[in-house]
Nanobody, 125 residues
């Protein structure tokens, strides 16, 4: 089993920055990929950023490229999401996910077995 706990969500102004963290526990070191997803009210959960746990092959949603950066600390079993130049449309609940098999697209939520409870990001205009 794997536990994931997100932190770092907050309310910020447009143009601000946040750094989200996701701390893994249990069998987290068996996971080969981890990523970040977000879900706006009334919408489906979408992939924001993901990579293998060695930091290779990062993928980003087109809307966050150049503004968000995913990084992994394999020793700690932790994944981070640095978010810069935040926009109101970035407002959402952000979830961390992890998987061992990692088959297929890393931004596809159905690929992931383990999920955190989420952390809220609100960007005021």
């Amino acid at each position: 089993q794997v536990g994931l706990v997100e932190s770092g969500g907050a309310s910020v102004q447009t143009g601000g920055s946040l750094r989200l963290s996701c701390a893994g526990s249990g069998d987290i070191k068996l996971m080969r990929c981890m990523g970040w997803f977000r879900q706006r009210s009334g919408q489906e959960r979408e992939g924001v950023a993901a990579s293998y746990t060695d930091g290779s092959h990062p993928y980003y949603h087109w809307s966050v490229k150049g503004r968000f950066t995913i990084s992994q600390d394999r020793d700690k079993g932790t994944v981070y999401l640095q978010m810069n130049n935040l926009k109101p449309e970035d407002s959402a609940m952000y979830y961390c996910a992890a998987d061992r098999e990692c088959k297929g697209g890393l931004l596809e939520r159905r690929r992931y077995v383990y999920w955190g409870q989420g952390t809220q990001v609100t960007v005021a205009s």
